[in-house]
């Protein structure tokens, strides 16, 4: 493994692509508890950021709209997280990882169901390997990624995929197009284990891929399991999915276990106007126009 070779300013910079739920569907849940999941999943270009910087101590310092809700969390941040387990993976190995100054801008929603967290967690990997000119094995890699929570190897990918089990079990989908959407969240949180718990069903039917005659028909035929029990413990989600509806959105579901829910539109032009009409409504809340990323490709480095 190569030891790193910097200098004082070199800078690495690393995106963290919000991750959009298409579809989710509860098929099981294993002993220990984690829910398996059939999940199709994509990422937007719009997401935080982060600048690594070879410094002579460790810093962390956190920017954007979102950063007053981490600021207080510094110690258990994944990003930390990922940092001093890829450090000590590297170390371990006989390789360097020396200090490094992180700066998070953090433009999503915390606990949103699109990943900010984790997409965090997975650009830090990505940023620091980089950093640290430092060689490791995938299965090494894809351990931590794990470790650091179910949807983190989904994050690393950053690329449309399917995802099965609770989270690890990857299939890329490399022939999904671009889509056009508004990210939209009232900015209120909602509980991922209430809405488990609450889950009547948990053995639901299993995602299909089936021949449709457009991406936007295959993601219709699908379903989030978790909407219908997320909008009773929160009213807001049917509310805000009834506001994209009415700008014009020609699909709308909810993201994860909420509360962010998407519209999809003809084009990003159309999504805009629709994000600038719904912010002047409600400035209060969140609204995003972005776009997603083709199959194939990924948004990732800066």
């Not at 579809?23 to 999941?37: E, F, N, P, W």
Request: net charge negative.
């Amino acid at each position: 493994m190569p030891d790193a070779s910097m200098r004082d300013d070199v800078t690495v910079v690393e995106n963290a692509p919000a991750k959009i739920n298409l579809a989710l569907h509860v098929t099981g849940q294993r002993s220990d508890g984690y829910h398996l999941l059939d999940m199709l999943v994509t990422f937007t270009l719009h997401g935080d950021r982060l600048d690594f910087t070879s410094t002579d101590e460790d810093e962390f310092l956190i920017s954007g709209r979102f950063a007053g809700a981490l600021n207080d969390g510094h110690d258990d941040n994944l990003v930390l997280r990922a940092r001093d387990l890829l450090r000590d993976a590297i170390s371990h190995g006989g390789g360097s990882a020396p200090t490094v100054r992180i700066h998070l801008q953090k433009n999503l929603p915390i606990a949103s169901g699109i990943g900010g967290g984790s997409a965090d967690a997975a650009a830090t990997l990505r940023g620091l390997m980089r950093l640290w000119n430092a060689s490791l094995p995938d299965a090494i890699i894809q351990a931590i990624a794990i470790r650091l929570g179910a949807d983190v190897p989904m994050c690393l990918a950053s690329r449309p995929l399917i995802a099965r089990g609770i989270g690890e079990q990857i299939t890329p989908v490399d022939d999904m197009p671009v889509f056009a959407m508004v990210l939209a969240n009232p900015l209120q949180g909602v509980s991922t284990p209430e809405i488990f718990r609450r889950l009547k069903n948990k053995s639901n039917g299993a995602l299909e891929m089936t021949a449709q005659s457009d991406w936007l028909d295959t993601v219709r035929a699908m379903r989030n399991d978790l909407e219908p029990v997320a909008r009773d413990l929160l009213p807001e989600i049917g509310e805000i999915s009834a506001m994209l509806a009415k700008q014009g959105a020609a699909f709308v579901r909810m993201s994860g276990s909420g509360a962010t829910c998407y519209g999809i539109f003809d084009t990003l032009a159309a999504a805009e106007a629709a994000a600038a009409a719904l912010r002047s409504k409600r400035p209060d809340w969140y609204f995003e126009a972005t776009e997603t990323i083709a199959g194939g490709h990924d948004a990732r480095a800066g």
